[in-house]
């Protein structure tokens, strides 16, 4: 067992919901999947908080991602985020499932994951082991 990468993101749930509502903005809604949309409007009448910390899960991974990757080409491609699925099992502990070219590039690593949200911020650590 040795640790590939650390990250951590902090994320501030206001600004997040004005960013998520913004006309003709896009790119962070279709950063998410199906489920993990679903998951944040079904847990509480404030799914921008959810929303907040899954995002703030797909920033730490891919920090973590870009540190065990130190001086080599990062290989992420153009838009990661949906890659990056923040998933729940039955008693609500979240857990990262990795697609697509996330999954070719990292086929045998755990991802250790923590979220948080407190007032109005949303945290997450994530560590890479191999």
């Known amino acids: 067992m040795s640790i590939l990468g650390v990250g951590f993101d902090l994320v501030n749930v206001t600004q997040f919901a004005e960013q998520m509502e913004k006309i003709g903005t896009t790119m962070v809604r279709d950063s998410f999947t199906a489920g993990e949309r679903r998951h944040a409007s079904t847990k509480s009448a404030e799914p921008a908080r959810h929303y907040a910390a899954r995002w703030a899960a797909k920033e730490a991974v891919l ?35 990795l697609h697509g070219m996330a999954a070719e590039f990292l086929p045998t690593v755990k991802i250790h994951l923590s979220l948080t949200h407190d007032g109005d911020m949303a945290a997450a650590v994530a560590i890479l082991e191999d």
Request: charged share 25%.
């Open 63 to 97: 920090k973590a991602w870009a540190s065990s990757r130190f001086a080599r080409p990062p290989q992420i491609g153009d838009n990661p985020y949906p890659l990056i699925e923040v998933v729940n099992d039955a008693w609500g502990r979240p857990s990262i499932k």
